[in-house]
């Protein structure tokens, strides 16, 4: 017997809720409205990002090209298995823009082109020109592909947040007061302030908090790439934007593959809620820390011969020291899979050194402390760029076409 993954209930709620925003095509109209650069940094502006974002301009002037490295090194790209970069933790404006500094600074390093923050999207986050201005200098000076946000249930919000998809949907979400207006879905399972390994815990109906946090950013800036931490979540993604084609997700590290079994339950769930032109909401799956490069390979492959449409696969090459085993090294793993003739997204969670921020912790911090340790967090992320930068030319070298930030480009 087969069973279907949304019930009336869930669909009828969803759509509600879609509906109270104007509909799919009200939010993809407005999704592309607000990506434009000129009105990012009007905005930015009246924020008091305004001068962020003028020395963030001049910066990327001075970046180095990838057609000047080839030409230098006499490469040429002649295999198969197209390579992807990645680094995490671009937690919000002043560390990014930090990391551009530095990064100008050096005069060597390649962008990557996809770039991932891990920061609750709180009001302050959302609404003070914080993540506007992050999504200004990443999407549209750096010119990343991809800026993956991330939502996460357990984040406090103000009480009327809640009392409004309640009214919409007509479910109720169990929650606690924090004083002064503010309420948190109440998490029984903490692992860390937004709940269990940063957000996992889906419980009851706790996925329509996570759409409408999504829904909100969407609309207030323009990002339309969120990280997807639940099996749960990443059905209702694949349900909720089936009519928005400019709103996709990156299944999460916290959730992961880590074997074909895993994959062929996600193929199944994307199957079940493809759009109309046969795409997928999902846009990338991180394959989990244990696996191997066969493994890898086969979910590569299994994918591939499902006929589901192009999905991306990610996987971490450098891992910070909470988050695993000690000195985690995947490089070798990535190249047997990109000389096997798969595409490999890498990823650089850490740079493989012990330094400060360069924890999971640092993706928890208040607002305020954010901004407060935006120098030494920015420091953090220049390393993981330099390490991905060093690993990313290394594979060039082998022969694979490597993808960076537009930025590193010539016109």
């Given at each position: 017997m087969h069973y279907k993954l949304l019930s009336d209930r869930d669909l009828k709620a969803m759509d509600a809720l879609l509906?109270?925003?104007?509909?799919?095509?009200?939010?993809?109209?407005?999704?592309?409205?607000?990506?434009?650069?000129?009105?990012?940094?009007?905005?930015?502006?009246?924020?008091?990002?305004?001068?962020?974002?003028?020395?963030?301009?001049?910066?990327?002037?001075?970046?180095?090209?990838?057609?000047?490295?080839?030409?230098?090194?006499?490469?040429?790209?002649?295999?198969?298995?197209?390579?992807?970069?990645?680094?995490?933790?671009?937690?919000?404006?002043?560390?990014?823009?930090?990391?551009?500094?530095?990064?100008?600074?050096?005069?060597?390093?390649?962008?990557?082109?996809?770039?991932?923050?891990?920061?609750?999207?709180?009001?302050?986050?959302?609404?003070?020109?914080?993540?506007?201005?992050?999504?200004?200098?990443?999407?549209?000076?750096?010119?990343?592909?991809?800026?993956?946000?991330?939502n996460l249930v357990g984040t406090p919000l103000p009480e009327e947040r809640f009392a409004r998809i309640e009214k919409v949907t007509g479910e109720k979400f169990e929650r606690q007061d924090l004083g002064n207006g503010i309420s948190q879905i109440i998490l029984k399972n903490m692992g860390t302030p937004f709940g269990n390994l940063g957000g996992v815990e889906i419980g009851n109906n706790n996925h329509l908090v996570y759409l409408d946090g999504v829904t909100r950013a969407a609309l207030e800036t323009g990002g339309n790439f969120y990280l997807n931490p639940s099996w749960s979540t990443i059905i209702a993604a694949c349900y909720y934007a089936r009519e928005i084609p400019n709103l996709s997700f990156k299944i999460s590290m916290l959730l992961s593959t880590q074997n074909t079994i895993q994959l062929r339950m996600l193929m199944n769930i994307f199957k079940e809620y493809l759009r109309d032109d046969g795409t997928t909401p999902i846009y990338e799956i991180n394959i989990g820390n244990a696996s191997t490069a066969e493994n890898f390979i086969q979910c590569s492959r299994e994918l591939e011969e499902s006929g589901l449409p192009k999905i991306y696969l990610a996987a971490h090459l450098r891992i910070n020291p909470d988050l695993g085993m000690a000195d985690f090294n995947w490089t070798e793993s990535a190249f047997k899979v990109l000389d096997a003739g798969c595409d490999l997204t890498i990823k650089y969670e850490s740079d493989g050194e012990a330094r400060p921020y360069d924890t999971m912790n640092a993706y928890f911090l208040t607002d305020e402390e954010r901004r407060e340790k935006g120098a030494l967090i920015g420091d953090v992320i220049y390393h993981k760029c330099l390490r991905c930068d060093k690993d990313a030319k290394d594979i060039l070298v082998r022969g694979h076409e490597t993808e960076f930030a537009r930025v590193s480009y010539k016109d």
């Open positions: 509906d109270s925003y104007g509909g799919a095509k009200a939010i993809q109209k407005k999704i592309e409205d607000m990506r434009g650069y000129e009105q990012r940094k009007k905005k930015a502006q009246d924020l008091g990002y305004g001068e962020m974002l003028d020395m963030a301009e001049q910066h990327v002037k001075h970046f180095p090209k990838v057609e000047d490295f080839l030409r230098e090194n006499n490469i040429t790209v002649t295999k198969k298995g197209i390579c992807k970069t990645q680094v995490s933790g671009f937690q919000g404006a002043i560390p990014t823009s930090e990391s551009v500094r530095l990064t100008k600074d050096n005069g060597t390093v390649l962008f990557p082109t996809e770039m991932i923050s891990v920061v609750g999207l709180t009001e302050d986050y959302l609404y003070s020109g914080d993540l506007l201005t992050t999504l200004a200098m990443a999407e549209n000076l750096l010119g990343a592909s991809k800026f993956c946000s991330t």
